[in-house]
């Protein structure tokens, strides 16, 4: 056996042709930056939230992230200094732009069962100073509670979704994320549900005047030619990156329903008692970014596994607060979030067949302690 964990030529095979296609054909429009495939990528994007909500093209899903939050300052809705909740369960991209801006980052400890932001505990560290909360829609699970999101903006908090691994998702009400928030990140690195041939990401938001802005923001602050309103940047997609994502987002429900089966295959081989299996929400809402179990002997999982010709990875072992570069700066204890990176291991899933998963779970089922 020997199952890769991403295969990267098998997720784009069933597109070779038509990427073949598009490559080409922006080749020879002359159109690279700004043009049709942006504009037709930027409706499609909005038009799979389900919202009447725009977005934006941009360079990758960091800068979505920095955009928004850079907007936010520019536009008077947060100013530095402001506490922003941000969950201490996520990747790093969702606390650097934080960080980078002068933004106080209180971070929440996860729910055990979801592993992603725990809602009560945001609402216990919710203070006067607390102007915004990020939820990241961790492994393509929601991230997202009605009543404490409305409670919070009762209380003048905005939200802000990190979607990057989430797209197509949605809740019980049948809402995507993307669109609970004020606004959002996507990013479409490679290895994301709907992956690029590089760097790719947006923004969205039902918020006119922060579309403005990161529009204006992502190309130098120009609100038109040669007109600069802002201190901007240079964060736009590329049209060959477009093209590519206009093709994967019209297969983003097949997409979804492939990681879906497979979870569902797993969910129901794997037996083995020393493995905790990811929540399943009853609304099938989630997308799968990844499907991660937990275990106490998770080293030796997968070494064994390894052994066995299949390869694992880990999201991630080592939590921001953790990391160098937030030595002295992301202070306080979370000990959950430190459990969850020592016990976490995700399964392949993007590429893999389902007799793959099904010898992947009967691998599993043999592991003992
Ligand atoms: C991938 C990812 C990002 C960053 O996206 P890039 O496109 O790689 O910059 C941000 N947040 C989360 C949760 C991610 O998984």
Redesign the pocket.
Known sequence: MNIPFLDMKAVNAPFADAIQRALCDTFMSGYYLCGPNTKTFQKKLAASCGSPLEAVAVS????A?RLIFKSLLLNGKLKEGDEVLVPAN??I??ILPLTEMGLTPVLVEPSAETMNLDWEEALKKTTTATRALLV?H?YGTPCWNSDIAAEMRRRGVLIIE?N??AIGAFIEDGRRTGSLGDAA?F???PT?NIGALG?A?AVTSQMPELIETVRALANYGSDRRYHNIYCGYNCRMDETQAAVLNIKLDALEEISRHRRATAALYDSLITNSLVVKPHIMPHEGQVWHQYVVRLKERDRFRDYLSARGIATDIHYATPPHRQPCYRGILEGDYPLTDLLAKEVVSLPIASVTDAQAVAIAKAINDFKP
Do not use: E, I, P
């Open positions: 990758n899903g960091l800068d992230l996520t990747y991209a969702s990241t961790l990190d990057a691994q990140a990013s479409f690195y994301k760097d990401g």
